[in-house]
């Protein structure tokens, strides 16, 4: 459940030391095993450092580009890698656009091709463009395909795809097999990425320019504040006290980043602390329903807290669209066990069978003879 930019954090040292090596010229030249186009697309794409010290950006017009925020948090120039190993300054855009988009303006950058916009279809196949941090070379991944459209009436609901994608990607392209600007990359892992569609950038643009300085900088703070705090939690157990608590709420809530949401209700969950969870996971359902991270985080909270009944509704959505995620059909198979769904029990045994035929021999014997249902602490 871990997203991109909370792993790019713990890859800091690996990631200094590529920053210190160019991006080299032939880079955008290599063999490129994708469709001619997606390779080309390569080209409208660049690595920047910012608050992370690697992410990606893409070319929308002759000097503008676009970004993940959370890849420049409340700083206000980036670092821009072009094709030939040449860094130069950009400029962020102040907007007060919270769907986790920031513009940068570059008037150095040279010319260069800027990928044509369009919308996605169901069947349509999809791939990231975005920096990679070992090869050192802006890379087009190989394919995937859609797993849920934006959800409708939801402001900013994602684009949920199995394009493969990983740390370094978060601000890169999300193009189909002509090269044309489907979405920008802004979370993967664990063959759930997500991608906020490129029809959001008429409204980011609309929301920045000069006069949104000063919210800017609060949601940019907000995001490095989250950040940072999560990342100081990480791998450190114990229950934490009323203030960190609030601090830790109210810098994720004011991100407006469902990803963070998703990171904070993770960080309370680990920690048992139920209601909080909750409460943070809840917030990223209601601002994008489709989010299957945040159904997931929803299901292992309610599992912690033995409410089984509760994580039924998202079990069933998820065995629909992660039907072969090993861990949503062992927690289907103990939820409709102790939550008397056995429908869906038996439904996620035979999947777990094709899946994990060894992890569905003592499931299929926790199903014949289950333990008594275990009672909350």
């Known amino acids: 459940m871990k997203t991109d930019f909370l792993k790019l954090l713990s890859f800091v040292t690996f990631v200094f030391a590529v920053l210190l090596l160019p991006f080299p010229a032939s880079a955008q030249n290599d063999a490129c095993r994708q469709p001619a186009a997606v390779c080309d697309a390569r080209m409208a794409v660049f690595a920047v450092s910012a608050f992370e010290p690697v992410g990606s950006a893409v070319r929308i017009s002759a000097n503008r580009l676009v970004t993940s925020r959370h890849v420049v948090a409340d700083r206000t120039t980036v670092e821009l890698f072009l094709q030939d190993g040449t860094k130069i300054e950009a400029q962020v855009v102040p907007s007060d656009y919270k769907g986790d988009l920031i513009l940068l303006s570059a008037p150095d950058v040279p010319p260069g091709p800027i990928l044509q916009v369009a919308g996605v279809q169901d069947a349509s196949k999809l791939y990231t463009v975005g920096a990679d941090l070992r090869l050192q070379r802006i890379r087009a991944y190989d394919p995937g395909g859609v797993t849920l459209m934006p959800a409708e009436g939801k402001t900013f609901a994602r684009l949920h795809h199995t394009a493969h994608s990983q740390p370094g990607n978060s601000g ?3 193009v189909d097999q002509e090269g044309r600007l489907i979405g920008i990359t802004t979370a993967g892992g664990e063959g759930r990425s997500e991608a906020i569609p490129s029809s959001a950038l008429a409204v980011l643009a609309e929301r920045s320019g000069p006069e949104y300085e000063s919210a800017s900088a609060e949601i940019g703070a ?9 990342e100081n939690l990480r791998g450190r157990r114990g229950s934490l006290d009323e203030q960190q608590i609030k601090a830790l709420t109210t810098a994720c809530r004011r991100s407006g980043n469902r990803q963070l949401y998703d990171n904070a209700g993770q960080a309370f969950g680990i920690r048992r602390m139920t209601e909080e969870s909750l409460a943070l996971f809840k917030d990223a359902f209601a601002q994008d329903p489709h989010a299957l991270n945040s159904r997931i985080g929803l299901v292992i909270t309610y599992h912690m807290a033995m409410r ?11 065995m629909q669209h992660a039907p072969e995620d090993p861990q949503v059909l062992r927690f289907a198979i103990q939820a409709g066990v102790w939550g008397k769904d056995p429908a869906l029990a038996k439904s996620a045994l035979e999947k777990l069978k094709e899946v994990d035929p060894r992890a569905a021999l003592a499931a299929e014997h926790f199903m014949k003879e289950p333990p008594p249902r275990p009672q909350p602490r």
């Open 222 to 230: 907000a995001v490095r504040i989250c950040t940072l705090q999560l």
């Open 308 to 318: 089984y009944e509760e994580e039924l509704p998202h079990l069933h959505f998820l």
């Open 172 to 174: 890169g392209a999300l």
